[in-house]
Every structure is written in structure tokens, then in C-alpha cells.
């Protein structure tokens, strides 16, 4: 199945701004619904954002909208997470992920394949 990377995390302060990225490998990228979530330590998993194969449909959780935009670059086999405005409650890994199924989906178990994950500390 797909494998996934994501980079770009990292220290910002309150208010400030930070693009987080997810390389994946395998020659189905384009056909895969992407996602991203984020996990605080001791705290379950949660959605953050959902782009269909082309780009064209995003959708987001309701915290995140109007600071955070999902994209993709199918061309870099490539998916992104542009953040501003951004708060320490937003403190989490970053996680990005393909669906296992063809309608939009805002649940952990609808996706099947997973990165490792990328620390976004926000600082107040």
C-alpha cells in the first residue's frame, strides 16, 4: 500500500504559521482520499482535515476552518497542511493518512495507512 512521510513540524509561537508535508511512494497515490489528524499525548486521535483524489473537494474539522488548508500536488506525490493562526492548543503530532474508503470520511478507522508523524509545538 501507499507509504507515507510527513516533515515540517517543528517550535511556532501563538499566532504564527507553519506548512506541514506528507511524501508518499507507491504509483496509486492520486487515486487515494487523503487525510490529517493530530494526537496529543493523552488524548485520542483526531481529525483535522480531508482533500479527495484531485484536489478539487476539502472538508475540516470545525476548530480548523478559516486557519488550516489541506492541498495536494499529485505531480510531487505530495499532500500539505498550511496552519495559521495558530494556538498552543493546536499542540500535537500531525499525522497524515490514505482512506480505505471511496466517500469522505472523518473517522481513524476509515484510513489505512498511516506516517509517523510530525511534532508542531505552539508556544504561548
Known amino acids: 500500500q501507499v507509504q507515507l512521510v510527513e516533515s515540517g513540524g517543528g517550535l511556532v509561537q501563538a499566532g504564527g504559521s507553519l506548512r506541514v508535508s506528507c511524501a508518499a511512494s507507491?504509483?496509486?497515490?492520486?487515486?487515494?482520499?487523503m487525510g490529517w489528524f493530530r494526537q496529543a499525548p493523552g488524548k485520542e486521535r483526531e481529525f483535522v482535515a480531508g482533500?479527495?483524489?484531485?484536489?478539487?473537494?476539502?472538508y475540516y474539522a470545525d476548530s480548523m476552518k478559516g486557519r488550516f488548508t489541506i492541498s495536494r500536488d499529485n505531480a510531487k506525490n505530495t499532500v500539505y497542511l498550511q496552519m495559521n493562526s495558530l494556538k498552543p492548543e493546536d499542540t500535537a503530532v500531525y499525522y497524515c493518512a490514505a482512506a480505505t474508503v471511496a466517500i469522505p470520511s472523518r473517522r481513524v478507522a476509515d484510513f489505512g495507512a498511516w506516517g509517523q508523524g510530525t511534532q508542531v509545538t505552539v508556544s504561548s
Open positions: 507507491g504509483r496509486t497515490f492520486s487515486s487515494y482520499r
Open positions: 482533500i479527495n483524489w484531485s484536489g478539487s473537494s476539502t
